[in-house]
């Protein structure tokens, strides 16, 4: 597998990912309400005058979110053949290190740098409560790196698995 094709392919990605995501935000800074830490999200509903409401999960919505999730397979599939994938756990890793590539540049630069930063996206009524994620993002952070330790623990325990059934045969 080729790395270099690899690392430009995150790159394109997260930057393509970061367009998005400050497209929809700069359009309503409510698109992405229930992302916000539940302090956040309890200060612009009691500021607003609003109730929270939990929307359930409509059919078209639901319709749109498998047709994503579909598109996302497929195109995590065509970059790891681009990067030089040849076997199913080459594709398997390529496809994992996409997500992980993603889920770090939505945490740690858009969420916990720019975000934080910019207060056009920020929601009415919580302009004051600059530091009020900062518990949050450690929680985040301390969640998202025991998760890719066990999954990083589970994949070598797979590989050593299929090494000794390589060995006995």
Same mark, same amino acid.
């Given at each position: 597998?080729?790395?270099?094709?690899?690392?430009?392919?995150?790159?394109?990605? &997260?930057?393509?990912?970061?367009?998005? #995501?400050?497209?929809?935000?700069? /359009?309503?800074? +409510?698109?992405? =309400?229930?992302?916000?830490?539940?302090?956040?999200?309890?200060?612009?509903?009691?500021?607003?005058?609003?109730?929270?409401?939990?929307?359930?999960?409509?059919?078209?919505?639901?319709?749109?979110?498998?047709?994503?999730?579909?598109?996302?397979?497929?195109?995590?599939?065509?970059?790891?053949?681009?990067?030089?994938?040849?076997?199913?756990?080459?594709?398997?890793? &390529?496809?994992?290190?996409?997500?992980? #590539?993603?889920?770090?540049?939505? /945490?740690?630069? +858009?969420?916990? =740098?720019?975000?934080?930063?910019?207060?056009?996206?920020?929601?009415?009524?919580?302009?004051?409560?600059?530091?009020?994620?900062?518990?949050?993002?450690?929680?985040?952070?301390?969640?998202?790196?025991?998760?890719?330790?066990?999954?990083?623990?589970?994949?070598?325990?797979?590989?050593?698995?299929?090494?000794?059934?390589?060995?006995?045969?």
């Amino acid at each position: 597998m080729n790395i270099s094709v690899f690392i430009i392919e995150c790159i394109m990605m &997260a930057v393509l990912f970061g367009i998005l #995501v400050f497209g929809m935000l700069f /359009t309503s800074s +409510l698109t992405f =309400i229930s992302d916000y830490p539940p302090e956040i999200q309890e200060e612009y509903y009691r500021s607003q005058n609003r109730e929270a409401t939990k929307k359930t999960l409509s059919k078209i919505m639901a319709v749109k979110k498998i047709a994503a999730l579909l598109v996302v397979l497929f195109l995590f599939a065509w970059m790891a053949h681009k990067a030089g994938a040849e076997t199913f756990v080459q594709g398997l890793l &390529a496809a994992y290190g996409y997500m992980v #590539v993603l889920a770090v540049f939505d /945490t740690c630069f +858009l969420d916990w =740098i720019l975000f934080a930063n910019i207060k056009r996206i920020r929601l009415p009524g919580t302009e004051h409560m600059e530091g009020a994620s900062r518990g949050f993002r450690k929680s985040v952070t301390v969640l998202a790196v025991r998760n890719i330790s066990n999954k990083l623990m589970v994949l070598k325990k797979s590989k050593t698995k299929d090494d000794k059934i390589d060995q006995e045969e």
